[in-house]
């Protein structure tokens, strides 16, 4: 199955009103000049996505937002019935209702938070920077999240970690981070398998969703947890790179068992939703 999709037509609109408007809308101000010259840049090379992840995972950005704020009770709903409905309707098909974020970065962005804080999923969440790892550890401090501080691969041991231009585009691979802009440090981190920390974590087999955005390593950790485990998350969100408007299983980055147990049941601008087999089963 091959998932296709048009490309947004945004050539009629000038970069620096689109630069402008995501800041108007996410930072609350006008842009200065550097911030319009590097987010311009940024988006006539890499697209609209990459600046949205980068404003949106700035610290600036970070300072502006709490996990609580607005989250207790986000739907129009008149007393969380729509929350409550969703709550159910997931604990129906994902019974262990658990997220695994590999990536995880910070809240802007993501794909766990509502889940946890919400709909009243557990989060494992795993960044490799430590500086933001404590950031998020503080920031989801009151809901059933645990944070964990480990770049994930397909091995283990200590690595070096290329901080890219900005936190999103970080990577164990110093080509991904060096392409997003001049790499701005290397930190020394803990590599770890993924099918280890969730043995570490007890979590089941079978769990809810596992979201992976890892900008590189994706593949070789998702090939690793299902060709060396029995760890089967039921969706799994991953980061598709390039191939994204033709996304289709019979790439040759991924293992057979994926082309054998999930297919694709969707996808946005940066990431494709794979499903297990057997929830169309249960």
């Known amino acids: 199955m091959v998932f296709t999709r048009n490309k947004t037509a945004l050539a009629s609109v000038d970069p620096s009103e689109i630069v402008t408007t995501i800041y108007r809308g996410l930072l609350g101000r006008e842009p200065d000049q550097l911030g ?9 090379s890499h697209g609209l996505q990459k600046v949205l992840e ?36 997931t604990s129906t098909v994902a019974p262990s209702k658990i997220i695994v974020d590999v990536g995880a970065a910070g809240l802007l962005g993501s794909n766990s ?6 709909i009243g999923w557990k989060g494992i ?30 091995s283990e041991g200590e690595a070096t970690f290329f901080l890219g231009k900005h936190p999103h585009f970080s990577s164990l691979k110093p080509e991904m981070a060096a392409s997003w802009g001049p790499i701005k440090g290397e930190i020394t981190v803990t590599k770890r398998r993924l099918p280890n920390i969730l043995k570490d974590e007890n979590v089941p087999e079978v769990f ?5 955005d890892i900008e590189g390593v994706d593949f070789e950790v998702i090939n690793d947890l299902l060709d060396n485990s029995n760890y089967r998350p039921q969706w799994i969100i991953i980061e598709w790179g390039e191939k994204i408007y033709e996304a289709t299983l019979s790439d040759e980055r991924l293992t057979e068992k ?11 601008e940066a990431n494709i939703f794979l499903q297990h087999r057997s929830v169309t089963q249960s």
């Open 258 to 268: 994926i082309r054998d147990e999930y297919f694709i049941v969707g996808g946005t």
């Open 36 to 44: 319009v010259n590097t987010f311009v840049e940024l988006y006539k």
């Open 54 to 89: 980068a404003i949106g995972g700035s610290e600036e950005m970070r300072n502006r937002v709490s996990v609580t704020t607005d989250r207790e009770h986000w739907s129009l709903s008149q007393f969380r019935e729509v929350e409550i409905l969703l709550s159910l309707m």
């Open 125 to 154: 969440l795993v960044e490799a920077n430590p500086k933001d790892a404590a950031l998020l550890a503080e920031a989801v401090k009151d809901i059933d999240a645990t944070v964990l501080n480990y770049a994930v691969s397909d």
């Open 113 to 118: 938070i509502d889940l946890i804080s919400s």
């Open 208 to 212: 809810g969703v596992l979201s992976l």
